[in-house]
């Protein structure tokens, strides 16, 4: 996988879960302690967070970094039955 398609995975990952929680840019970019630019420019893959960030990324979604790291156009895997 090169750099360009790790970018454009993550972004992609970080727009739809922020859409899941409905969240606008600026929103998530305050709880971040980042401007809403820097997470347009993650979404549009111009620009990548670092791992730290990527950590407070899953927390504020609920998940982990495997799920920023995921490939946004696989099948989601079926849930769980307890």
Known sequence: MT???LKARIGANIARLRKEKRMTQAELAERL???DKAVSKWERAESMPD???LTQLA???G???NELLS???APAAP???A
Do not use: C, I, M
Request: hydrophobic residues 30%.
């Open 3 to 5: 750099n360009e398609e």
């Open 51 to 53: 791992v730290l960030t």
């Open 71 to 73: 490939d946004p156009s």
């Open 63 to 65: 998940t982990d970094v």
């Open 33 to 35: 302690n980042y401007s």
């Open 59 to 61: 927390e504020q979604f």
């Open 79 to 81: 849930a769980a039955s």
